[in-house]
């Protein structure tokens, strides 16, 4: 089993629509856990930390359930713009140093 | 914000030269780098752990003898692929944890990349 799993897509969904991805662990030690964006042939970058709490910025909302060892990442009133790759990204060190990345789930928003 | 900046963008080499990667944080002191690579539609699998000062740590299955990694200052480390063949082409990052910046959790900022060719 892999340490972080997603499915890969793609999602391929109407400009204005809601979308959710999830993303399962298997660490039960894992303490970090993140959100990447990846445009193709680019760097990931930073899309959100997903606290225990969960945590929403603008569009986008991120959950954390520690339980089932899963996070999500819910897109709303999606934008062409937000088309990439998104990435789990998860830590099993307080420190945060050492990141496990899933696959990336493709996200393909049209008109 | 921080800014990791990567150099070359593109190599192209012949089958059996190395190849060196720079890796600089431009704006931030990394006592840590980080070096992945990532092949088409795959994820993300880290390499190795550069320490400035020490030697790396390689993670399992990476041969520390093909891929050669110095960290001599806290802002620059390089990667150097050597004797490359085919199937080292692929997309290497490095990465650099900025962990003075704004973001409480520690934020990880990548490189442009390096995509590697060997004919």
């Known amino acids: 089993r892999k340490e972080v799993e997603q499915d890969p897509g793609p999602f391929n969904v109407p400009e204005g629509a809601t979308v959710a991805f999830n993303c399962t662990y298997s660490?039960?030690?894992?303490?970090?856990f993140f959100w990447y964006r990846q445009d193709c042939r680019k760097e990931p970058k930073l899309l959100m930390s997903?606290?225990?709490s969960g945590n929403e910025d603008g569009r986008f909302t991120a959950q954390l359930n520690r339980a089932s060892q899963y996070i999500s990442l819910l897109i709303r009133d999606s934008k062409l713009s937000d088309s990439a790759t998104y990435l789990c990204?998860?830590?099993?060190?307080?420190?945060?140093?050492?990141?496990?990345f899933g696959t990336g789930t493709r996200l393909q928003v049209t008109l | 914000g921080a800014v990791v900046s990567q150099h070359p963008s593109w190599v192209i080499c012949k089958s059996g030269t190395s190849v060196k990667i720079e890796c600089r944080s431009l704006?931030?002191?990394?006592?840590?780098m980080f070096w992945y690579r990532q092949f088409p539609k795959q994820s993300l699998m880290l390499m190795a752990t550069?320490?400035?000062?020490?030697?790396?740590?390689?993670e399992q299955g990476v041969e520390k003898d093909k891929f050669l990694i110095n960290h001599a200052s806290l802002t620059l480390s390089t990667l150097t692929v050597t004797s490359a063949h085919p199937e080292d082409s692929s997309f290497y990052i490095c990465?650099?944890?900025?962990?003075?910046?704004?973001?409480?959790?520690?934020?990880?900022?990548f490189g442009e990349g390096s995509r590697l060719t060997v004919l």
């Open positions: 990465s650099a944890f900025d962990r003075e910046g704004i973001n409480p959790a520690g934020e990880l900022f």
């Open positions: 660490n039960s030690a894992s303490q970090s």
């Open positions: 997903v606290y225990s």
């Open positions: 990204v998860v830590t099993s060190t307080g420190t945060a140093s050492k990141l496990t």
């Open positions: 704006d931030f002191q990394a006592t840590t």
């Open positions: 550069s320490n400035e000062g020490s030697k790396a740590t390689y």
